[in-house]
């Protein structure tokens, strides 16, 4: 281009891949066809082709409907060569697309069109007569590795499966294209050469090309506005690079990508950590969604001072990516296991993650704060949990807390206690009638199974510890919820006639079989031996528990536990129950509520007065 004008261009593929591509280095992965841990997600591929082939088969012999699938930024280097600024997803899946397209014919032993190999490399010559061979499209990010040059000669045998983000999806999104024609185009050379000619001739494109690369950013930003495309994710990253120097494109890339991969590797979706991190620095409230973040950035770039230091914002936002990532491996700041957030993951399962926010107010604490912070995090969302207080409103709750925290000083001790009891302590206080109803009512059929499992290993836990201390084992939950132990129903589901003659009334009321109260952790290799037979008969492999809690169920005098001082007092806290009926199952519940209170520090009701367990 000569002049300073955007120029918009009505393009085929055909005429499009007449030019050479390249995807800037600073530019994100590929993600299409990216599926997320729980096997969710990677459509677009499928999509991509489902949609042009619908259009396709509405072609007669005469003529074929034109079929748009979008826009593309590009900006012309100095070599003649186009920067792809915005659309490498569909312009590296139509050119994978068309190197399975080729690989298949050739498998079939059908003649490759000639035009459908200069589509995919093609020689190059300078304005000084220099010839070069090069692929139309070249990935410049290190993700990419020479991938998609392997694919493009013809060698997808050799390529990888596994490796970088990028590699993983080139690969499946090509293995996603050699299935198409396998299965919606038989492998049928006649039907898989009249597709490639009606996508090549008849699919369409618009290419908007800029004088200048700022100038390209700013259109990218703007076609993807609101939502509209790409995410906030994206935008933000476009919006560093458009207020970023040249020559700092090289230290922004490498931030940005390094902060990617911290979110990648850890299982996490960007644009949650995205908002948790706005919630957790800046004051705002819970009613920020993901849908809103590039606006709000758009409108505080003072706050933020991204468009002034978008290198210092980069740089920020990457040390809280790294903690965060950490979270979600229940590590604390500096990488190291921490028991609190490991816990609230077992209690809360893999969804729950709105304590993040705070944990990321609580970054600049000391090692010994912010384990205090993570296992009062603990307690305190194990209450929200049990008790059904709505996501909304503990996030709330979490999101006021994290406010304070940040103005916290690592240094002021005192503040930061008086903290843990005005926000975390309290709230549990301010529950303390509904966690009692909902320990006292608490079954299999009202919680969820991974949360009950939590229950039981914390408080046979807490009873371990109590008695005989800290241990590599005894501290770590996770060897309590562990798959060797079972949640053992004292009455069986399904009890031997002896069983339930022995326990008398109730023995089929599956109020009483499935209650707290009727349940305990055992190890498994003991629950098998014990079967569904008789208590009287169970409590003998009962004492041959590890867990203290399990082993003094029926008896706290004839197992052998030791003779130190902890254990005995531990020992004589814990009430046994030589019969089993319906009167012991509910006084086990409400033994076991009990504890659950000293447990997570939940006072007990002030009307309530029940003996304290130990601990």
């Known amino acids: 281009m000569t002049n300073k004008k955007i120029d918009p261009q009505d393009k085929s593929l055909k005429t499009l891949l007449q030019d050479f591509y390249r995807v800037p280095d600073y530019q994100r992965e590929y993600v299409w066809g990216e599926t997320n841990p729980k096997g969710e997600g990677g459509e677009e591929v499928d999509q991509f082709l489902n949609d042009i082939h619908a259009e396709y088969e509405n072609a007669t012999s005469q003529d074929a409907p034109e079929y748009f699938i979008g826009t593309i930024v590009v900006c012309r280097g100095e070599d003649g060569v186009f920067d792809l600024i915005d659309g490498q997803q569909r312009t590296t899946t139509a050119f994978i697309t068309l190197c399975a397209i080729r690989d298949a014919l050739k498998d079939l032993g059908a003649t490759v069109p000639d035009e459908l190999k200069s589509q995919i490399a093609a020689s190059d010559v300078d304005w000084q007569g220099n010839s070069k061979d090069r692929l139309r499209l070249d990935l410049q990010y290190e993700d990419a590795g020479d991938v998609l040059e392997i694919y493009a000669r013809g060698d997808a045998a050799e390529a990888k499966r596994d490796g970088t983000r990028s590699i993983r999806n080139i690969g499946n999104a090509y293995l996603t294209v050699r299935e198409f024609l396998r299965t919606t185009l038989e492998d049928n050379p006649d039907q898989i050469r009249r597709f490639y000619g009606y996508l090549t001739n008849k699919v369409k494109i618009i290419r908007i090309e800029t004088p200048t690369l700022a100038m390209a950013l700013k259109i990218f930003e703007t076609i993807n506005d609101r939502g509209v495309g790409l995410d906030a994710m994206d935008l933000l990253k ?188 309290a709230e549990r206080v301010g529950l303390s009638k509904a966690f009692d109803l909902a320990l006292m009512g608490l079954s299999t059929r009202n919680v969820r199974a991974f949360r009950l499992r939590y229950l039981l290993a914390k408080l046979t836990q807490h009873i371990d510890l109590t008695a005989y201390g800290p241990s590599e084992s005894r501290s770590r939950l996770a060897d309590y919820t562990a798959g060797g132990n079972d949640i053992e129903h004292i009455l069986a589901d399904k009890a031997e006639v002896e069983a339930r003659e022995e326990f008398g009334d109730h023995a089929d009321d599956q109020e009483v079989i499935q209650s707290l109260g009727n349940l305990l952790l055992i190890e498994k290799s003991i629950n098998r ?37 902890k254990i005995t007092a531990t020992v004589q806290s814990l009430k046994c129950w030589p019969e089993w009926n319906v009167g012991a199952v509910e006084e086990r519940q409400a033994f076991l509520t009990s504890l659950a209170q000293t447990v997570f520090d939940v006072p007990a009701p002030p009307a309530k007065a029940v003996a304290e367990p130990a601990g």
Not at 547 to 557: G, S
Request: aromatic share 10%; glycine share 8%; net charge positive.
């Open 238 to 425: 476009n919006l560093l690079f458009m207020h970023a120097k040249g020559d700092q494109f090289a230290k922004l890339k490498t931030s940005w990508k390094a902060l990617t991969d911290a979110i990648y590797q850890a299982g996490e979706k960007p644009l949650r950590f995205l908002r948790y991190y706005l919630l957790a620095t800046y004051d705002l409230d819970g009613k920020l969604r993901e849908d809103a973040i590039y606006d709000w950035f758009q409108k505080n770039a003072a706050a933020t001072g991204h468009e002034r230091e978008p290198l210092v914002f980069a740089s920020r936002l990457l040390e809280a990516a790294k903690a965060y990532g950490n979270f979600a491996r229940g590590l604390n700041v500096a990488g190291e296991p921490e028991a609190g957030i490991q816990n609230t993951q077992l209690a809360g399962g893999k969804s729950i993650k709105q304590h993040f926010i705070l944990l990321m107010a609580g970054r600049h604490l000391s090692s010994s704060q912010f384990t205090r912070l993570a296992d009062e995090v603990e307690k305190t969302m194990f209450a929200w949990l049990i008790t059904g207080t709505p996501g909304k409103e503990y996030e709330r709750r979490i999101i006021e807390a994290a406010h304070v925290l940040r103005g916290i000083k690592a240094s002021d001790g005192d503040t930061f206690e008086m903290f843990l009891n005005t926000h975390l302590t």
């Open 529 to 565: 031996a014990i079967s569904n037979g008789r208590y009287s008969g169970k409590i003998t492999a009962y004492g041959q528990s590890k867990f203290l809690l399990t082993k003094c169920q029926a008896d706290t005098v004839t197992p052998q536990v030791g003779v130190a001082d």
